[in-house]
């Protein structure tokens, strides 16, 4: 997207190549087994990049267009310090989050919109339950309803609004793509992806979303994870692994993940994609084609294995396991070269 009037401050350059618009060439990434049998497939892409960038493995078609969802939010938070937002720990990991809506995330969001001198009705997410089951549960046995407050993209929107705010950019249409807002956005996507943006169309929560390649997302998460100490992708990064609760949730995958593997920085998003990236670069990307989240961890697993994260500490990820009541009864795992020799885990009755 072409700079306007020099009001975002980017020096101007020429994007690469937009990522193909195209039905995705998706390959088998996980089995459904139970006994001896595979029951199901799920399909997907993947990548693995190198400390270097190169791609050290790749299935499915990752140089298709695609949707990331909000797994996007760490590069457009990167574009939002860009534009002149001023913001660090807890609350800028908030600022990147799919939250579960649970009380520290409202409490944050709530202190975000009064540092700029807003309220709740100012967000102009969509509205929506909270994310995490046990939350939103909890949230509905208290007599709530649906919320801007409470929807996983509440931080975002809050933290976009005090961006306008502070450069004095129109608060009605934070959420236009033509708004200067949504434009360093879109600069930020296209620099750390590498890509022109293949095309804009609306995300669950109301914003702009930008579609890239796969290959793409992963290379940005991957500059964000390995930047520079006093960098703004730097100060994203540090943020997410410091908080990767507030980030998520308290119960969510991807915040164990980032708390067992040292460094790691995850985001998960809607629709099966999962990235990763450790601080030398190395980086995993994942999207299954059905959507379903089941499969999304243990796929990012295994391509995690294939970027030498330790094996034992991946074995929680790596297989879900289907129950009978508490009894396992088979499991879901990464298929073909991503198979990874672990048994499943069963949850503990806590869980």
């Not at 509905?140 to 004095?168: D, I």
Request: net charge negative.
């Amino acid at each position: 997207m072409a700079q306007t009037d020099g009001e975002v401050g980017y020096p101007e350059r020429v994007p690469a190549k937009a990522a193909a618009i195209r039905e995705p060439r998706h390959a088998p990434l996980a089995h459904v087994v139970r006994g001896d049998l595979i029951e199901g497939v799920h399909y997907g892409s993947v990548v693995v990049l190198s400390a270097d960038g190169g791609v050290e493995f790749q299935a499915g078609d990752i140089e298709a267009a695609f949707c990331p969802c909000s797994a996007l939010r760490p590069v457009q938070v990167v574009g939002l310090l860009r534009a002149g937002l001023l913001l660090d720990g807890e609350l800028l990991a908030l600022a990147a989050a799919s939250h579960s809506g649970e009380e520290r995330h409202l409490v944050g969001v709530l202190r975000l919109l009064a540092v700029a001198g807003l309220i709740e009705a100012d967000l102009g997410n969509t509205p929506d339950w909270p994310c995490d089951p046990a939350v939103r549960e909890a949230w509905v046995r208290g007599g709530h309803g649906l919320s801007r407050l409470a929807q996983n993209g509440s931080g975002m929107h809050a933290a976009m609004l005090m961006t306008a705010r502070a450069r004095g950019w129109p608060l009605d249409s934070y959420l236009d793509s033509g708004n200067l807002l949504q434009q360093s956005i879109a600069a930020a996507v296209e620099d750390l992806t590498g890509e022109s943006i293949a095309q804009v169309t609306v995300d669950r929560c109301g914003a702009p979303l930008f579609s890239v390649s796969l290959h793409g997302l992963t290379r940005a998460v991957a500059r964000i994870a390995s930047a520079a100490p006093g960098t703004m992708e730097a100060s994203v990064a540090d943020a997410i692994r410091e908080y990767p609760e507030m980030a998520s949730g308290s119960w969510r995958d991807v915040a164990r993940l980032m708390r067992a593997v040292p460094g790691l920085l995850a985001k998960d998003g809607f629709e099966g994609v999962q990235v990763a990236a450790l601080p030398d670069g190395r980086a995993v990307g994942v999207k299954i084609a059905d959507g379903a989240d089941r499969a999304r961890m243990p796929v990012a697993a295994a391509a995690l294995a294939l970027c030498g994260v330790d094996r034992g500490v991946l074995a929680e990820f790596a297989n879900r396991p289907l129950l009978s009541g508490m009894t396992m009864i088979g499991s879901l795992r990464a298929a073909g070269a991503l198979t990874l020799d672990l048994p499943a885990v069963p949850p503990t009755s806590e869980a």
